[in-house]
């Protein structure tokens, strides 16, 4: 079993949706968690980052962490053509680990 | 300021042959990383450096060895390529420790192994 776990997709949604992704994760140790977002053919960037369980909102994005249930998810209001990307999350305690990434297209 | 740069960005070798993989930062980071990249596998860290001087391995690192050159260089060395090291390598740095510090991200090398 793969200590991080995320549904691979594809996912495509009409512009406008709200679009949820998550991932789970099975070693209690983790406690920094993160979303990259990554553009084809490029290098993945710093989406989202949080430390406690609850929720974090910058702009469109909201990242919730349940650390009870082992489960983060990432959240895109207002999906934008431009929103189109591989999202990675991340986790760590001694190092990183990451999903294996969600392929979102939103359509316009 | 160019962030993180990797070279080459592409590369074909046949099994058996070595080559390194250069990557630099400008951005004065104390830590660095290098990452595999494979379709439904995520990143997972080969090796990384915490501060120069310094290198540890990380979740795969069989089949790879390192250099930390100075602060802003770290190379990636594959001494006997196999087919199994087909990927897309990504070079990252940050400035503190992994998992308390942003990582940012070279473009990538994508290397092929026949």
């Known amino acids: 079993q793969k200590e991080v776990e995320q549904d691979p997709g594809p996912l495509s949604v009409p512009e406008g949706a709200i679009v949820s992704l998550n991932c789970t994760y099975s070693n209690s140790a983790f406690q920094y968690f993160m979303w990259y977002r990554q553009y084809s053919r490029k290098g993945p960037e710093l989406l989202m980052y949080t430390y406690s369980s609850g929720n974090k909102e910058d702009g469109r994005f909201t990242a919730q962490v349940d650390k009870s249930s082992k489960y983060i998810s990432l959240f895109i209001r207002d999906s934008q053509p431009s929103d189109s990307a591989t999202y990675l999350c991340?986790?760590?305690?001694?190092?990183?680990?990451f999903g294996a990434g969600t392929r979102l297209t939103v359509k316009p | 300021n160019a962030g993180v740069t990797q070279t080459p960005k592409f590369q074909v070798l046949k099994t058996g042959q070595s080559m390194t993989l250069q990557c630099a930062q400008d951005m004065n980071h104390n830590s660095m990383y290098w990452y595999r990249q494979d379709p439904g596998m995520g990143l997972r860290l080969i090796y990384y450096?915490?501060?120069?001087?310094?290198?540890d391995k990380g979740e795969v690192p069989n089949g790879y060895n390192v250099s930390r050159l100075n602060k802003r260089e770290f190379s990636l060395r594959l001494e006997s390529a196999a087919p199994s090291q087909t990927s897309v390598y990504f070079c990252a740095s940050s400035e503190g420790p992994q998992g308390y510090y942003e990582q940012y991200f070279g473009p990538g090398t994508r290397l092929t192994v026949t």
């Open positions: 450096s915490a501060s120069e001087g310094t290198t």
């Open positions: 991340a986790m760590s305690e001694a190092y990183m680990r």
